[in-house]
Every structure is written in structure tokens, then in C-alpha cells.
């Protein structure tokens, strides 16, 4: 299937794994909202100019975290979901994916979760493992995670595992949509897909998957936010009672 220049395939699947790509959000214009490659590149630790860091300030606010850096790794957690979303959906559905060059999407760091994404121009790319691992690991998590790390402290580990984990929730999500919809054919190419890349060195050693269970080898520290506790792929059964920096690799 030929890729859409509206993505319409998408929509069903809603939340991380629809992506934008006509008219600008609400009250914005194209020129108002920074590439992503921009925000990775901003260099200026103020918030009034480097949207990355006015993404974590939002996020720490909304999450009442107790530390930036645990606000840091859900911004990068969340990104990295709508990536890999947006990435596997189209490799499941389409057999086939757009350019997420990091100069073609533009994000509104002030938007709600999941981050608002708009791809400005529908270019089409092959669908398999080493496209998807060169456009999302590659173009934009090796990126992100400098430019996170630039600012806060964040182990290598922690990045590593927020990538593999948001990769095997999204194929996940889209296995579990693929089934109750009688696309086996989606699910057994979504979780194709999530197990090659896995495998991929960037996120070498980052956990295992199972089936389409993932067990992370890391903490992304959301257990730090209050209320929040242990996420189900958790290297930890129970919240640390330890210093933060044991969960931190």
C-alpha cells in the first residue's frame, strides 16, 4: 500500500501513533513552531528560546517532579513513543514509511501529551528494520538524548532504555489493535519489526523482549514523580528505597 499523503491509515489507531501533516495546530503557523531538528540543536540553556528545555519545565510542572532530570527522561520517554508510533505504524500498515528527517517535523513543545507532531511534507521510504533504525535511533534519539544529557544528568542506560521501551510499547499497542481488528498480518510485521530493532547496538543490552512482553534493564524514574511507582517494564518490582542514582543507569 502506497503511502497517503494525509497518513489516513493512522487515525484508527489514535493517541501516539497519528502524526499531522496539513495545516499547523490551532493559533500557530509554520514559522511559529521549531523542527525538531532546531530543538535538538538549540544550545541556550533559556527557556525562552530552547524548546527542549521549555518541554521539560512543562512536563516537571504538570508532574510535580521533584528533580528536573526525572522530567527530562519522561520528555525523552515521550517523544521516543511518538518516534517509534509513528515509524512502526506506517512499516505495519503501509509496508512503507515517510521521511521523519528532523527538518520536515515541527513540534509544539507547549502542546498536551502526546507531543503534537507535524510532518511537513510526505516523502515515501522502504518499511524495513534498517530505514526505521537510521530515521528514528539515528535522526532522532541519538540527537535527543545529547541534547538532553547537554543539560541533565541522565545515564546513558537510563536513554538506551527509554528508547527500547517506548519501541516495545508501541509494537505492543499496535499488535494488541492488529488482533482485535483480524489484522494478524499488522501484528506479525509489528512484531517483526520491534524484535530486529531491539537487537539493533544502539539499544544493545537495553532489555528483553518476550513475546511482546519487554523487561528494561534500567529505571526511567518515574517512580520519582509523586504517586507515580514502578512502570510495568520496570527493572524494579517495587519503588527504591535507595539514593535516586541506583535507578539512574
Known amino acids: 500500500m502506497d503511502l497517503d499523503?494525509?497518513?489516513?491509515?493512522?487515525?484508527?489507531?489514535?493517541?501516539?501513533?497519528?502524526?499531522?501533516?496539513e495545516g499547523a495546530p490551532a493559533g500557530a503557523s509554520a514559522s511559529s513552531l521549531p523542527t525538531l531538528a532546531q530543538a535538538y540543536a538549540a544550545a541556550s540553556p533559556d527557556v525562552s528560546v530552547n524548546p527542549l528545555i521549555f518541554r521539560v519545565r512543562k512536563v516537571a510542572t504538570a508532574l510535580r517532579a521533584p528533580e528536573s532530570r526525572v522530567a527530562a527522561s519522561v520528555t525523552h520517554q515521550g517523544l521516543a513513543a511518538r518516534l517509534w508510533s509513528i515509524a512502526l505504524g506506517c512499516a505495519a500498515l503501509y509496508g512503507g514509511v515517510p521521511d521523519l528527517d528532523a527538518?520536515?517535523?515541527?513540534?509544539?513543545a507547549d502542546g498536551s501529551a502526546p507531543d503534537d507532531l507535524w510532518l511537513t511534507e510526505v516523502r515515501p521510504l522502504p518499511g524495513d528494520a534498517a530505514t526505521v533504525a537510521d530515521l528514528v535511533l539515528r535522526g532522532h534519539l541519538v540527537p535527543l538524548a545529547a541534547a538532553l544529557r547537554a543539560h541533565h544528568r541522565l545515564a546513558p542506560g537510563l536513554l538506551r532504555g527509554n528508547a527500547a521501551s517506548a519501541l516495545a510499547g508501541a509494537a505492543r499497542e499496535l499488535d494488541r489493535w492488529a488482533r482485535r481488528h483480524g489484522r494478524t498480518d499488522v501484528a506479525a510485521r509489528a512484531r517483526s519489526l520491534a524484535s530486529e530493532l531491539l537487537a539493533h547496538p544502539l539499544l544493545g543490552d537495553a532489555g528483553s523482549l518476550t513475546g511482546t512482553a519487554f523487561r528494561?534493564?534500567?529505571?526511567?524514574?518515574?517512580?520519582?514523580?509523586?504517586?507515580?511507582?514502578?512502570?510495568?517494564?520496570?527493572?524494579?518490582?517495587?519503588?527504591?528505597?535507595?539514593?535516586?542514582?541506583?535507578?539512574s543507569g
Not at 491509515?9 to 502524526?19: D, I, S, W
Not at 509523586?226 to 527493572?235: I, K, N, S, T
Open 216 to 247: 528494561r534493564r534500567s529505571c526511567c524514574l518515574y517512580y520519582r514523580v509523586p504517586g507515580g511507582g514502578v512502570c510495568g517494564d520496570c527493572c524494579f518490582t517495587r519503588p527504591p528505597r535507595s539514593s535516586p542514582r541506583a535507578s
Open 5 to 21: 499523503p494525509d497518513l489516513a491509515a493512522l487515525r484508527p489507531l489514535a493517541g501516539f501513533f497519528v502524526l499531522r501533516t
Open 103 to 108: 527538518r520536515l517535523l515541527r513540534w509544539d
